[in-house]
T-cell receptor, first 118, second 113 residues
Framework: AQKITQTQPGMFVQEKEAVTLDCTYD???????LFWYKQPSSGEMIFLIY??????QNATEGRYSLNFQKARKSANLVISASQLGDSAMYFC???????????????FGKGTLLTVNP | DGGITQSPKYLFRKEGQNVTLSCEQN?????MYWYRQDPGQGLRLIYY???????QKGDIAEGYSVSREKKESFPLTVTSAQKNPTAFYLC????????????FGPGTRLTVT
C-alpha cells in the first residue's frame, strides 16, 4: 500500500485564486512529520512547509498553509493568491519515527502538477 | 552560501559503463541521501548515510553503490548492473537532530544509451 497518496495528477488555477492540493498518508506511528516540496521545471526541490503529528495548529508559511486533519490522515496544501511562478510539481512527503526512529528517511507521493493560468 | 552541489547537471554514458555522480554539501549535515526520479514520478530512495563511513540501502539500491569517506561528500556510482539507469538523480542532506527538512541539490540528469 502506498504511504503517501496524491490523487490529483494535475490541477489548474487562475492567477490570484486559492488552490488546494490533496495528500493522504498511511502510518501506524504516533509521531511523524509531513512535508511539502515544490519542484519547478528546473528540477530542484524547494521545501515549502512542515507539519508535525503532535502540532495542534495547522502550519502556515506565507501564502502556504497546511490543512492537517489527523483523524482522516490528510495533509492538504493550500496556496493562496496563486502566482504564475507557482506553476510546478508539488510533492507531499512523510517521515516516520518507525525503523528505530533514526533514519530520517522521507517517503514521497507521486506529485501534483499545478498550472497557474493568467 | 551553504548548500548542496551536484555535478555535472547533465551526464551521458554508454551502456555498460559505470558512472559516478558527485554530491557535496557545506551545511555540516550528518545525514545524506540519494534519490532517483523518473518522468512523472515521485522520488525513490536509493541509499542514505547518517554518519561518515556508514550507509544503508534504500528502496531501490540494486545496481548502485555509494561511499561516505567524508562528512561533506556522498558520491553515487551507477553500475552497469543497473538495468534502467536513465533518470534524474537528486542528492539531499539534513540535520540528524529534530524534525528538519531535507535540503536538495540541483540534480544530475543521467542519460545512458
Amino acid at each position: 500500500a502506498q504511504k503517501i497518496t496524491q490523487t490529483q495528477p494535475g490541477m489548474f488555477v487562475q492567477e490570484k485564486e486559492a488552490v488546494t492540493l490533496d495528500c493522504t498518508y498511511d502510518t501506524s506511528d504516533q509521531s511523524y512529520g509531513l512535508f511539502w516540496y515544490k519542484q519547478p521545471s528546473s528540477g530542484e526541490m524547494i521545501f515549502l512547509i512542515y507539519q508535525g503529528s503532535y502540532d495542534e495548529q495547522n502550519a502556515t508559511e506565507g501564502r502556504y498553509s497546511l490543512n492537517f486533519q489527523k483523524a482522516r490522515k490528510s495533509a492538504n496544501l493550500v496556496i493562496s493568491a496563486s502566482q504564475l511562478g507557482d506553476s510546478a510539481m508539488y510533492f507531499c512527503a512523510m517521515r516516520e519515527v518507525g525503523d528505530g526512529g533514526s533514519n530520517y528517511k522521507l517517503t514521497f507521493g507521486k506529485g501534483t502538477l499545478l498550472t497557474v493560468n493568467p | 552560501d551553504g548548500g548542496i552541489t551536484q555535478s555535472p547537471k547533465y551526464l551521458f554514458r554508454k551502456e555498460g559503463q559505470n558512472v559516478t555522480l558527485s554530491c557535496e554539501q557545506n551545511l555540516n549535515h550528518d545525514a545524506m541521501y540519494w534519490y532517483r526520479q523518473d518522468p512523472g514520478q515521485g522520488l525513490r530512495l536509493i541509499y542514505y548515510s547518517q554518519i561518515v563511513n556508514d550507509f544503508q540501502k534504500g528502496d531501490i539500491a540494486e545496481g548502485y553503490s555509494v561511499s561516505r569517506e567524508k562528512k561533506e561528500s556522498f558520491p553515487l556510482t551507477v553500475t552497469s548492473a543497473q538495468k534502467n539507469p536513465t533518470a534524474f538523480y537528486l542528492c539531499a542532506s539534513t540535520q540528524r537532530e529534530g524534525w528538519h527538512e531535507q535540503y536538495f541539490g540541483p540534480g544530475t540528469r543521467l542519460t545512458v544509451t
